[in-house]
């Protein structure tokens, strides 16, 4: 297994709209247990393929306490929505940032799992909340785009800072390695 690279807003390869997943072999497996391993690292409890610059529609979700009810979704489809719930929501591909979002309070869900076998799920409360989050990357959509543009900006300066800070510390333990 191995840890993947998280894209960051606003990254464009975030805007991707991900193609169907078609071959089901152990590629795809190798694919989604790197998947669990990058967002259990992150830590999260939900990655997109599109995140980490897969274009496929296959999403990743552990949202239990002891990391222990991994679920795959691959060419997922949303077959019902009933309800309101506004919650905060954060993203791994936007480090730091928490705001709510309204979404579906109940889904029901279509999707194959790693087999190819179809799968349906009803699905309430925070898993419910994280499948309508991470479907969105599949299409290029990401949880600021619910935010008003005057958010969008203060977050895309607030996240450029601290990767300048993060480069500049780097580039400093970097000199101090040399001499």
């Excluded at 190819?116 to 925070?126: C, F, N, Q, R, Y």
């Excluded at 949880?143 to 500049?168: A, C, M, N």
Aim: proline share 4%; charged share 30%; aromatic share 4%.
């Amino acid at each position: 297994m191995a840890q993947l690279a998280i894209l960051e807003y606003p990254d464009p390869r975030l805007r991707t709209k991900a193609q169907p997943v078609t071959v089901f072999d152990a590629a795809l497996k190798q694919q989604v247990a790197d998947m669990f391993e990058t967002m259990y690292a992150a830590p999260g409890i939900g990655l997109a393929a599109t995140q980490v610059n897969w274009h496929h529609r296959l999403l990743v979700i552990d949202v239990s306490e002891d990391k222990n009810q991994p679920l795959v979704l691959i060419n997922p489809e949303i077959l019902e929505r009933e309800g309101e719930a506004t919650g905060e929501e954060g993203c791994l591909s936007v480090p730091g940032i928490y705001d709510d979002v309204p979404r579906a309070a109940r889904v029901r869900v279509r999707a194959r799992d790693v087999d190819g076998g179809t799968v349906e799920h009803d699905l309430t409360g925070m898993l419910a909340v994280c499948v309508q989050h991470e479907m969105d990357h599949l299409d290029g959509k990401l949880f600021v785009d619910y935010l008003s543009e005057l958010k969008r900006q203060r977050i895309r300066k607030k996240l450029d800072k601290e990767r300048r800070e993060r480069g500049s510390a780097r580039a400093g333990s970097g000199q101090q390695k040399r001499q």
